[in-house]
């Protein structure tokens, strides 16, 4: 005769040490982010703000990514973070990165409108600039047409630098050329339309902020909520490393010895 064995209890999983929470975190994550976001906003975020169609918004999304990433690898010691935290430090590195690749666009729009008055020749024949035939006469003419880029923001969109240019893109004006040794005056467009300008810096400040924060927000969680989240992501991941359930623990175990 055989006689079921009551079920053993098993033992409660001990719960893991918790991890001490270093404030350095929070600073490692705000520094890591702000030097990410001015590095690409001196380089590639500046050149998506040029691209056509505001096909430069999508690559601000991208780069959010690569520098929400590194902020919460930086940050990670100090999980738990609270949420303002994790808002404030994602909104400097946004405002970091936007405000350097806007400033820089400003800023070296001499040098821009320059390169595409000589080098793109975008212009018909009647406006097409004369480049004497002398040697190093490309040269000497785009010292001409930046220095005129520049004092004409001066002087018709005063105080000129950031916010003359500002000014010159809310305007969309033409600029009318006059140089001396030009047989021709040259009428060069604005580079965007006001309204596509303004939507396009206006837009790419909240995307940057909102990519970068939709990684920087799992700074907010605890670790163990982390590792956990990352193990059930992937099918078949850390099931053998997973404490019994509930219903595993508390089910009988049979067995039979002889009577």
């Known amino acids: 005769m055989t006689e079921p064995i009551e079920a053993a209890d098993y033992p409660a ?6 991890r001490p929470r270093s404030s350095r975190g929070v600073w490692q994550a705000l520094a890591v982010g702000v030097l990410v976001a001015t590095a690409l ?4 975020l500046t050149w998506a703000l040029a691209l056509l169609f505001m096909l430069g918004l999508f690559f601000f999304m991208l780069f959010g990514l ?7 690898r930086a940050g990670r010691s100090a999980m738990p973070m609270r949420r303002r935290t994790v808002v404030l430090i994602t909104l400097g590195a946004a405002l970091a990165g936007w405000g350097v690749a806007v400033s820089k666009e400003c800023l070296e ?7 595409r008055v000589i080098d793109k020749r975008k212009y ?7 480049i004497p035939p002398v040697e190093h006469g490309v040269e000497q003419v785009t010292q001409q047409v930046r220095a005129f880029a520049a004092a004409h923001l001066l002087e ?3 105080p000129g630098g950031v916010i003359g240019y500002v000014r010159y893109m809310s305007s969309g004006d033409a600029i009318a050329m006059n140089l001396p040794g030009q047989p021709r005056t040259i009428t060069v467009p604005p580079p965007a339309l006001p309204w596509v300008w303004w939507t396009r810096v206006l ?3 909240p995307l940057l902020f909102l990519t970068i924060y939709s990684v920087t927000s799992g700074l907010a969680r605890s670790p163990e909520q982390a590792d956990r989240i990352r193990v059930n992501a992937g099918p078949g991941e ?3 490393d997973a404490p019994p359930t509930e219903e595993q623990s508390s089910a009988p175990a049979e067995r039979s010895r002889p009577g």
Do not use: E, K, Q, V
């Open 124 to 130: 018909d024949g009647r406006n097409r600039i004369y």
């Open 109 to 115: 729009f001499p040098r821009d409108f320059a390169f």
């Open 41 to 44: 906003g001196m380089t590639l």
């Open 203 to 205: 837009l790419s400040l």
């Open 13 to 18: 999983t001990p719960a893991a040490p918790a």
């Open 66 to 72: 690569l520098i929400g990433a590194c902020m919460y």
């Open 156 to 158: 018709h969109y005063p």
């Open 238 to 240: 850390g099931a053998a």
